[in-house]
């Protein structure tokens, strides 16, 4: 998880600014404050933590194995739900800024980890379940290879200043790691993760972002193949 605190950081830095969203209202901005300070209540914090105290206790929560990756969601899904509506007018770094009390760019980071964790928890949760173990791996022992896509990310952007195709390339290179080591199961995993965080902050790059598929796994498919052909002998002899 480490990581992902480098990653907001220097991620939206170059556009967070610019972008013209609509205005949360003054009651989403206190509704986050009461939705995240009860998320915070479950990691033992009374008030807003920093995001490395923050990073510290997930990153405990995680080792615990998977049912500490769902206990995880047993407190984010509340979360979203108390947001409720006022997500996506209030999803923003500078709602979160106002709501949190800190700084815009802890705000990004927050907001970074919030679409990442509603993705694991929600759309992605059976795939994050099933395939845990390989995803901890990468967390705890390839971090090398995440940081990889972030310099290359960081080169783009200090060559050629931020575009969306600068976050497309850092989500397929963060998706291509995911597949190094947890094949296409992972691979689709890596891809929703760097999305979900990404265009939390930048939702005007969504539709520019490169698809997270969800390819069969070439065994599966091999199998299937001899399936097809063996039911396409047998129907010729049927059919005589
Ligand atoms: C919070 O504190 C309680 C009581 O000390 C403890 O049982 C629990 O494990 C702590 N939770 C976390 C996430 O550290
Ligand atoms: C990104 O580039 C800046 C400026 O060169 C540098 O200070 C920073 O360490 C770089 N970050 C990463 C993750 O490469």
Same mark, same amino acid.
């Given at each position: 998880?480490?990581?992902?605190?480098?990653?907001?950081?220097?991620?939206?830095?170059?556009?967070?600014?610019?972008?013209?969203?609509?205005?949360?209202?003054?009651?989403?901005?206190?509704?986050?404050?009461?939705?995240? *300070?009860?998320?915070?209540?479950?990691?033992?914090?009374?008030?807003?933590?920093?995001?490395?105290?923050?990073?510290?206790?997930?990153?405990?929560?995680?080792?615990?194995?998977?049912?500490?990756?769902?206990?995880?969601?047993?407190?984010?899904?509340?979360?979203?739900?108390?947001?409720?509506?006022?997500?996506?007018?209030?999803?923003? *770094?500078? =709602?979160?800024?106002?709501?949190?009390?800190?700084?815009?760019?802890?705000?990004?980071?927050?907001?970074?980890?919030?679409?990442?964790?509603?993705?694991?928890?929600? =759309?992605?949760?059976?795939?994050?379940?099933?395939?845990?173990?390989?995803?901890?791996?990468?967390?705890?022992?390839?971090?090398?290879?995440?940081?990889?896509?972030?310099?290359?990310?960081?080169?783009?952007?200090?060559?050629?200043?931020?575009?969306?195709?600068?976050?497309?390339?850092?989500?397929?290179?963060?998706?291509?790691?995911?597949?190094?080591?947890?094949?296409?199961?992972?691979?689709?995993?890596?891809?929703?993760?760097?999305? =979900?965080?990404?265009?939390?902050?930048?939702?005007?790059? =969504?539709?520019?972002?490169?698809?997270?598929?969800?390819?069969?796994?070439?065994?599966?498919?091999?199998?299937?193949?001899?399936?097809?052909?063996?039911?396409?002998?047998?129907?010729?002899?049927?059919?005589?």
């Amino acid at each position: 998880m480490k990581v992902l605190v480098l990653l907001f950081s220097i991620l939206f830095i170059e556009h967070s600014l610019a972008q013209t969203q609509a205005q949360c209202p003054e009651a989403g901005i206190s509704q986050i404050s009461t939705c995240y *300070a009860a998320y915070f209540k479950n990691f033992n914090f009374t008030s807003t933590p920093s995001v490395k105290d923050y990073v510290a206790a997930i990153t405990r929560q995680m080792a615990l194995g998977v049912n500490g990756f769902k206990e995880i969601c047993q407190w984010a899904n509340p979360r979203l739900a108390c947001i409720g509506s006022y997500d996506p007018v209030c999803a923003t *770094a500078t =709602a979160f800024q106002q709501a949190l009390g800190v700084s815009q760019n802890d705000a990004i980071q927050f907001l970074g980890f919030y679409g990442a964790t509603n993705w694991e928890c929600n =759309a992605g949760y059976n795939d994050v379940v099933s395939d845990y173990y390989c995803y901890e791996n990468i967390h705890m022992n390839h971090d090398q290879d995440r940081v990889n896509c972030l310099i290359q990310y960081n080169n783009t952007v200090i060559q050629q200043g931020f575009s969306c195709s600068a976050l497309g390339k850092f989500v397929q290179c963060y998706t291509n790691v995911y597949r190094k080591y947890c094949g296409a199961e992972g691979a689709y995993i890596g891809c929703n993760i760097a999305k =979900a965080s990404s265009v939390e902050d930048a939702p005007f790059c =969504a539709s520019q972002m490169p698809p997270c598929t969800k390819s069969i796994d070439v065994n599966k498919l091999v199998l299937l193949r001899k399936k097809l052909s063996a039911s396409i002998i047998s129907q010729k002899f049927m059919h005589g």
